[in-house]
């Protein structure tokens, strides 16, 4: 399942709905990027593809600073699935490919 791209998702947190892009590439098995919000763009850590599942990690500072880790399925041009906060539990996160 191709992966590589730019995407919009939705995380649905808290604090209402919070909007990211995502821009993804991978090789072999392994998922590179960055994922971007709130004027701020953030390098991807960890990412891993296994046909169409999705992980990885990114480090946010707004609304306050924790690292989230993202599982996923590409299905065509939608992905979706939970990021897991911490405290905050698994959130769940779809979007598109743009």
Not at 48 to 64: E, F, L, Q, R, Y
Request: zero cysteines; glycine letters at 14%; hydrophobic letters at 40%.
């Amino acid at each position: 399942m191709a992966v590589d791209g730019s995407w919009d998702i939705s995380v649905e947190t808290p604090i209402g709905t919070r909007a990211a892009t995502l821009l993804l590439s991978t090789t072999g098995g392994t998922l590179t990027g960055t994922q971007a919000a709130d004027g701020q763009s953030t390098s991807i850590t960890d990412g891993k593809v296994d046909g169409n599942k999705v992980s990885w990690k990114v480090a946010i500072t707004n609304p306050m600073p924790m690292t989230l880790e993202f599982e996923g399925t590409v299905d065509g041009d939608k992905i979706a699935g939970h990021a897991h906060a911490g405290a905050f539990g698994a959130l769940p996160f779809s979007g598109k490919r743009v």
